[in-house]
């Protein structure tokens, strides 16, 4: 097990597009298990590879309360999204900032498990939220991309300070 160290905005390596994993082999299981715990002790309740560096097609996420459902999603599809429900993100690449955000209520998502298998889910609300704000990382997409950029302008500042602050 192995804590990875996270990208942070406006790193230019987040706007990578990650490739399909060809084969899960032990050396994918030790990335999913490595990225869970880089997760559970951020705290965080979803990190996708592109954060930790990785620019290959995998996710993780866990939105139960007491950490007990974790979810590895490989080559993750998004395969039908309906519905609209806007609610506030964040992002352990862009620490301390909320903001709200537009999203599908429902998407079905078709992906492979850590055995290799083919499997498709139905999420709605968080679980729905925080599978397409993974998937976006894996395109290269980083959530404050849907805000204006009158907005986008002052995160980078204030991210910039908080760098200059803790440098
Ligand atoms: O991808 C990431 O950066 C992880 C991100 C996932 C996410 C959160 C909210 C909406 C959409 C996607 C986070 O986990 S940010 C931290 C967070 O939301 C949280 C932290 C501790 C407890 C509960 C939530
Ligand atoms: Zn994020």
New binding site residues.
């Given amino acids: 097990m192995a804590l990875l160290p ?1 990208l942070r905005y406006p790193d230019a390596r987040l706007h990578t597009s990650a490739a399909p994993v060809a084969v899960v082999d032990d050396g994918i299981r030790q990335l999913v298990s490595d990225m869970a715990e880089t ?1 559970y002790e ?7 590879a592109t ?1 930790v560096n990785v620019h290959q097609r995998v ?1 993780v ?1 866990d939105v139960s309360e007491d950490k007990s459902a974790l979810l590895a999603l490989i080559n993750p599809e998004i395969i039908e999204r309906d519905g609209e429900q806007t ?8 620490p301390g900032i ?1 903001e709200k ?1 537009t999203r599908a209520e429902h998407v079905r998502v078709r992906a492979l498990n850590e055995r290799g298998e083919r499997f498709e889910l139905d999420a709605h609300g ?1 679980l729905a ?2 599978i ?3 998937v976006d ?1 894996l395109d290269g997409k980083v ?1 404050v991309e849907y805000l204006s950029s009158l907005k986008v302008n002052l995160i980078k500042r204030k991210l910039a300070k908080k760098a200059r602050i803790t440098a």
């Fill in positions: 996270i997760m951020a705290p965080g309740i979803g990190l996708a954060q996710i996420i609610g506030e993100e964040g992002c352990l690449s862009v909320y955000v968080l939220v925080c397409q704000h993974e990382h959530f």
